[in-house]
């Protein structure tokens, strides 16, 4: 269980989540407008589960978030969400959790441990002599977010997966890699997707996500 502790957002991204990152937007009906397209989320709640189906069941009443059998589908309610990662795998996310109103601080950090370790004992209870794996790892990884309409094109820029529409639709999530590191993908919305990275990986998945988006700024917007 974890101790009350800060989950801090990483030093190399506060300065990039401040400066403005506007691109251009695409013409077309439906085409997004120009806005900010790289986005740190706040800390959150991160456990991995892994368990057979009896075990899922029992971790969904407690949990409140549903599991999907469909391979690499997220199941959202609320604040929560439950990502298919592999048979029997599974990464529960709480947006919530960190700060109660999931905000941080001017220093970068949000203090998480207490509503992790509550999130611990519900499950843990809920599952009291069913075999399963529950592990905290909120201090381990955070989130990216990229939006708008050059998001799935920024993010081929280093990730081999085949991001169209109809191939990677709303609501499909998996571990993959973006360069040399690896990565869960979640697309939330048409032109949105939520990025899971290790912290280890900030500086480079940031610094790689910067370059490549460089070729969709106006000239002259440096």
């Known amino acids: 269980m974890a101790d009350t502790a800060l989950r801090r957002l990483p030093a190399a991204l506060i300065d990039l989540s401040a400066r403005p990152a506007a691109l251009p937007a695409t013409s077309g009906p439906g085409s997004a407008q120009p806005s900010e397209w790289l986005r740190v989320q706040p800390p959150a709640a991160r456990f991995i589960f892994q368990g057979p189906a009896g075990a899922r069941a029992a971790a969904a009443a407690a949990w409140g978030v549903g599991f ?80 708008g309409p050059y998001a799935a094109t920024i993010l081929n820029g280093a990730c081999p997966l085949d991001l169209d529409l109809a191939e990677f639709p709303v609501g499909m999530c998996t571990r993959t890699v973006f360069a040399k590191a690896d990565i869960v993908l979640w ?20 610094g790689l996500l910067d370059e490549i988006a460089r070729e969709f700024e106006p000239p002259g917007s440096r």
């Not at 959790?97 to 499950?123: N, V, W, Y």
Request: aromatic content about 8%; some cysteine.
């Open 68 to 147: 999907s059998d469909e391979p690499c589908r997220a199941v959202v309610k609320g604040d929560r969400a439950t990502l298919w990662l592999g048979p029997d795998e599974y990464l529960l996310l709480d947006t919530a959790a960190a700060g109660g109103a999931a905000a941080a601080t001017a220093s970068g950090m949000t203090r998480a441990g207490d509503t992790e370790a509550a999130i611990e004992t519900t499950l843990g209870q809920a599952l009291t002599g069913i075999p399963h794996s529950l592990v905290n790892v909120g201090h381990r990884q955070f989130a990216l977010q990229l939006r």
């Open 187 to 206: 697309r939330t919305e048409r032109e949105t997707f939520h990025v899971e990275v290790w912290r280890s990986f900030a500086a480079y998945v940031t």
